[in-house]
């Protein structure tokens, strides 16, 4: 082998290595993206899926996407939320506000848990792998630290109207609505009259009622 010959050898070599090495890293970090995109789910993983009749993949797509919408402006630290991977999910405007709220929620546990991993995510999958649901990602780009976005203006109160509002897109009376949250009626009349607010537990309630809507209307 001539002199250039073996430059040119050394060369490919050298950029395969370099191309080895470089789907290696893509590989390990696309793994560890995906655990640490489960974990942040995880605590609200039972409500939106249930696997009484199989391993549910829709539920957790559903989840893991808004997982993923989050993870996404905790990277970028943009605020507004991605209007097209929550088209997605197919929601009506009340379920819609309520994934918002989730996915407010889980930026905050993201900038909490892992503010270091600042690779984006272009997209997810839930696939059953050998009876076990696993979670698949597409890597985005890598962004520098950002500073935590301000949320102190996201009030954790319901007006009337939103909870007026809430209840008929349940589809319930407030008898019905009264009983789902374990109140009086008289106290569901009470709010929608602005006359008191719903303690930080009863929005909990509510928000979980709109939870459940989400995995039936999947």
Same mark, same amino acid.
Request: proline share 3%; net charge positive.
């Given at each position: 082998?001539?002199?250039?010959?073996?430059?040119? $050898?050394?060369?490919?070599?050298?950029?395969?290595?370099?191309?080895?090495?470089?789907?290696?890293?893509?590989?390990?970090? @696309?793994?560890?993206?995906?655990?640490?995109?489960?974990?942040?789910? $995880?605590?609200?993983?039972?409500?939106?899926?249930?696997?009484?009749?199989?391993?549910?993949?829709?539920?957790?797509?559903?989840?893991?996407?808004?997982?993923?919408? $989050?993870?996404?402006? #905790? &990277?970028?630290?943009?605020?507004?939320?991605? =209007?097209?991977?929550?088209?997605?999910?197919?929601?009506?405007?009340?379920?819609?506000?309520? &994934?918002?709220?989730? *996915?407010?929620?889980?930026?905050?546990?993201?900038?909490?848990?892992?503010?270091?991993l600042r690779?984006?995510? @272009?997209?997810?999958?839930? *696939?059953n792998a050998?009876?076990? $649901?696993?979670?698949?990602? &597409?890597?985005?780009? +890598?962004?520098?630290?950002?500073?935590?976005?301000?949320?102190?203006? =996201?009030?954790?109160?319901? +007006?009337?109207e939103q909870?007026?509002?809430?209840?008929? #897109?349940?589809?319930?009376?407030?008898?019905?609505?009264?009983?789902?949250?374990?109140?009086?009626?008289?106290? &569901? @009349?009470?709010?929608?009259?602005?006359? *008191?607010?719903? @303690?930080?537990?009863?929005?909990?309630?509510?928000?979980?009622?709109?939870?459940?809507?989400?995995?039936?209307?999947?």
């Amino acid at each position: 082998m001539s002199r250039k010959q073996n430059k040119v $050898a050394k060369r490919k070599a050298k950029l395969k290595a370099r191309k080895f090495h470089a789907e290696q890293h893509r590989l390990y970090q @696309s793994g560890r993206i995906a655990d640490a995109l489960m974990d942040l789910c $995880a605590d609200v993983l039972p409500e939106y899926v249930d696997d009484s009749r199989g391993i549910d993949l829709v539920g957790r797509n559903i989840l893991w996407r808004m997982g993923m919408v $989050a993870w996404n402006i #905790a &990277v970028t630290g943009r605020r507004e939320i991605d =209007e097209s991977s929550i088209n997605t999910m197919k929601l009506d405007e009340e379920s819609r506000r309520m &994934v918002r709220d989730e *996915v407010n929620a889980l930026v905050r546990l993201k900038y909490k848990k892992y503010p270091d991993l600042r690779t984006s995510i @272009s997209n997810v999958s839930a *696939v059953n792998a050998a009876g076990v $649901a696993k979670l698949k990602v &597409v890597l985005g780009n +890598t962004f520098p630290a950002v500073s935590i976005p301000d949320f102190t203006d =996201e009030s954790g109160l319901l +007006t009337p109207e939103q909870l007026l509002a809430k209840r008929k #897109a349940l589809g319930l009376s407030q008898v019905k609505f009264a009983a789902a949250l374990n109140v009086s009626v008289k106290k &569901v @009349s009470a709010w929608e009259h602005g006359k *008191v607010e719903p @303690s930080e537990d009863e929005i909990e309630k509510i928000a979980a009622l709109f939870r459940k809507k989400v995995c039936c209307n999947k």
